[in-house]
């Protein structure tokens, strides 16, 4: 299946569905528990790993997205400096160069531009991009 702004987020079912309601439904009940049967020492124990596992989940998706930001913004700027002799634009943000790499060689230089320019949104430069360079490696 060809890549394009309609299909381009991807969720991971396992985590993104099964694993976040699990323990969304582990930290109600984990409450629950200290409703109904007020606070002792198992209460809180079972609520503190109940936090902790989300803590775990949260941090578990982070740590691996922000590497691949920083190494998206190494290739953009590698990108942009091979096909105009530039650096990228140090006013875009994270987000506006994780955007801009959806955008073909002939587009990016000119749209890099105007959304350094036009401080435009990631969800706009996506918008804008005519070619779409498919990008399916992001975790």
Request: aromatic share 8%; glycine share 2%; proline share 3%.
């Amino acid at each position: 299946m060809n890549q394009n702004y309609q299909n381009h987020r991807r969720f991971h079912p396992l985590f993104h569905y099964i694993l976040s309601l699990l323990l969304l439904l582990t930290l109600v009940v984990a409450i629950w528990l200290i409703i109904r049967n007020g606070i002792s020492l198992s209460a809180i124990l079972f609520l503190a790993i109940v936090i902790i596992l989300v803590i775990m989940f949260l941090l578990i998706r982070q740590y691996p997205l922000k590497a691949q930001d920083r190494a998206i913004r190494a290739e953009e700027n590698l990108r942009h400096y091979v096909l105009t002799g530039k650096l990228l634009d140090a006013r875009l943000t994270i987000g506006q160069i994780i955007a801009l790499r959806f955008a073909s060689d002939a587009e990016l230089p000119e749209l890099s531009e105007k959304a350094a320019s036009q401080n435009l949104s990631p969800d706009e430069i996506k918008k804008q991009i005519t070619n779409w360079k498919a990008d399916y490696d992001r975790v």
